[in-house]
């Protein structure tokens, strides 16, 4: 049996912050559980420079990072990058985490020029989190896109979530409340014969509503389908 609860925060309407200026930065605070602390904060920035290669050219650094407030963590691609996790990805303990990270950076000038970062530009990804809150431990995400070139760098921070059982996962875009319990006829059900060869009855005893039916081999391929409606037993013949 498992369990989720998940809390959902839509950011409405959705927060931009820009640099529009060299030098410049804007934050934006993430307060994941919603209890008046922030827990992360996305920041854009520009700034200038001269390029370490070639004293001669300017450098412009454009670039989009988060960092994890109050011994929390984001997860992370290497020490220094954070992850871009797609849609239904899973976050939980086993993965990599870090206290901030860059999601996109760009440098202009001379030899310097060049991108990095995991983070793709102008598309939806989810920034993996785990929160501390006393001896507990939380996962969630936060959805955005960040737009980082030449030009004015910018993320729009979208919506976030959590899921409200201490040390349990959840996944990206996950916002609904799931509940998977025991099923309830599991011991009433019975097979036979056993072992079967090509016929097979499947004996739901008292239980007599709709039942999905689906029989799949030792490698999770499905061999078999079909839905039970007002009977107490299925039979199978393959």
Known sequence: STNAQIVYTDVTPDQVISATTIPSMEDYNIDLNNDGISDYKISCSRSGG?????PSSRL???FISDSALNSNAVVAATSTLASAMNFNDSIYSGLSF???GYLRRNSAGGPCTGTSGVWPNSIDCYLGLKLIVGSNTYYGWARMQVS???GIPSCTIKDYAYNSIPNQPILTGQTLTTR???????????L????????LTIDFGSYNEEVKVTIADITGK???TTVATDT???EVNT
């Open 232 to 234: 107490r037993s299925v």
């Open 192 to 199: 036979f014969p056993n072992p079967a060869d090509n016929h």
């Open 180 to 190: 998977v319990i025991e099923n309830s006829i599991a011991s009433s059900i019975n």
């Open 222 to 224: 499905v061999v078999y």
């Open 98 to 100: 870090s206290p901030s």
């Open 50 to 54: 001269i390029c370490p290669l070639d």
């Open 148 to 150: 980082v070139g030449s």
């Open 60 to 62: 412009y650094i454009n």
